[in-house]
């Protein structure tokens, strides 16, 4: 692996079904966020973790959840999909968890809730 | 709260044509801001921070706290550099270091 990685690259998902977005970095960064790309709208900050242990949440958490079980992953789930949350996901890390440092970012994933 | 403000959604313009795509930002506090760039195909990076002071590609862009403004700027557009551009501020904290991001200007390069 390098850089970071997101699974599944697509999906199509039935609305209440649960989902999980997985996002893996293997350069030891402490700071991992979950953003969204809507058109019009940008990227919009989900959930963040500053370091292993501690998760917070973004502009846009409902309907959301994350953990951080350790440094390399930091996976998003949907515990109830619904069509609103038809987006492209996008996972990021960043070197620190201070000061104005690059944010890298993953691949997305085009999720589809029908 | 922090606000980042992209007014074009698209811009066109021939080859060798200067462009200008426009930010503007809110922010009580002293911003840090970022444009991001997504070519066709691949994932988002960043293309300037403007801390640095750089030109990369041939684009530069400055802060003008007065106007609260982050403008990127190429006095020669080249078909290469069509993309979707995101302008971002960074509210730093002791701890976290979250973007706030524009709405995104598509930029289009016509030969």
């Known amino acids: 692996i390098a850089g970071i990685t997101q699974a599944p690259t697509s999906q199509i998902l039935a609305a209440g079904r649960r989902m999980t977005l997985r996002c893996t970095q293997d350069m030891r960064h402490n700071a991992m966020y979950w953003y969204r790309q809507d058109l019009g709208l940008g990227l919009r900050l989900i959930h963040y973790s500053n370091t292993a242990g501690t998760t917070g949440k973004g502009e846009v958490p409902d309907g959301y959840s994350v953990s951080r079980a350790n440094t390399d992953d930091f996976p998003l789930t949907l515990a109830s999909a619904v069509p609103s949350q038809t987006s492209v996901y996008f996972c990021?890390?960043?070197?620190?968890?201070?000061?104005?440092?690059?944010?890298?970012f993953g691949p997305g994933t085009r999720l589809t809730v029908l | 709260a922090q606000r980042v403000t992209q007014p074009e959604k698209l811009l066109s313009v021939f080859k060798g044509a200067p462009v200008e795509l426009k930010c503007n930002y809110s922010y009580s506090g002293s911003p840090e801001l970022f444009w991001y760039v997504q070519y066709s195909r691949q994932r988002l990076q960043l293309l300037l921070r403007h801390i640095s002071r750089e030109s990369i590609k041939g684009f530069t862009a400055d802060l003008n706290k007065g106007e609260t403004s982050f403008h990127l700027k190429k006095p020669f557009a080249q078909e290469e550099d069509s993309a979707m551009y995101y302008c971002?501020?960074?509210?730093?904290?002791?701890?976290?270091?979250?973007?706030?991001f524009g709405g995104g200007t598509r930029v289009l390069v016509k030969p």
């Open positions: 990021a890390s960043s070197g620190s968890s201070g000061g104005a440092n690059e944010q890298f």
């Open positions: 971002a501020l960074s509210e730093v904290k002791a701890a976290g270091n979250k973007l706030t």
